[in-house]
């Protein structure tokens, strides 16, 4: 599969995954500070616990939010189909789009007659609407 939404999906997906790491850096790096200065400086020990534990729990919330947003981008995009027939006995076959096919362009021979076959059409499967609702 190499469409152009799946690879813009995988570019906003490290994108967003790069941010989110260095938020959990981050939150560790307050979370090991906290723990240092424990004893000298309660108070700001304390904040930091909070900044660092907050900073977790955002950024594995967004984690998880983007992970499902990808799933049903992945679920949305249908298959490109590619249908092929033969001109003499009118035999047709049905498979997945690969990178070149256009149409009337004359692909393997029929398994009937042996004629060439012609890409007669290219097209996304779209299946019928059931989506569900989450909320
Ligand atoms: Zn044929």
Redesign the pocket.
Known sequence: MSNTSSSATTKISSFVLLVIFMALALSLTALVLAVNIFGSNDIAAYYLLLIGFLGMALSAYVLLQTRKRIKRLSIKAPPITTTIE?G??G?KNIREFQRGDYVFKEVDS?Q??N?NMLITAIYREVKEKREKTFF
């Open positions: 033969c003499k006995c035999f029929c009937k007659c004629e």
